[in-house]
Nanobody, 124 residues
Framework: QVQLAESGGGLVQAGGSLRLSCAAS????????MGWFRQAPGKGREFVAT????????LYADSVKCRFTITRDNAKNTVYLQMNSLKPEDTAVYYC?????????????????WGQGTQVTVSS
């Protein structure tokens, strides 16, 4: 069983930055890919970014490419999401998730452990 805990959300003005963190419990963190998803009010959960187990390969949604950066520190069992140039449309609850495999994936069903989420609100 893996437990994930996100932190770092908050209220920021458009154009600002936030860094989200996701701390994982257990001894298997480095074996699996990790991902970030988000869910805005009234919408489904959407893929944001994913990183493979070594951190050497990443994949982003087109809507956040060149603004967001996903990284991981396997020694600290933590994955990060650096968000720059934030827009009001980035407002959502952000979730980190642990994948079943070790390669990058944007497919929701390929993630089996999820955190509780952290709210990000971007004001215009």
């Amino acid at each position: 069983q893996v437990q994930l805990a996100e932190s770092g959300g908050g209220l920021v003005q458009a154009g600002g930055s936030l860094r989200l963190s996701c701390a994982a419990s257990g001894c298997t963190f480095s074996r699996y890919a990790m991902g970030w998803f988000r869910q805005a009010p009234g919408k489904g959960r959407e893929f944001v970014a994913t990183i493979n187990r070594s951190g050497g390969n990443t994949l982003y949604a087109d809507s956040v490419k060149c603004r967001f950066t996903i990284t991981r520190d396997n020694a600290k069992n933590t994955v990060y999401l650096q968000m720059n140039s934030l827009k009001p449309e980035d407002t959502a609850v952000y979730y980190c998730a642990s994948a079943r495999g070790f390669i990058v994936t944007m497919i929701f069903e390929e993630y089996d452990y999820w955190g509780q989420g952290t709210q990000v609100t971007v004001s215009s």
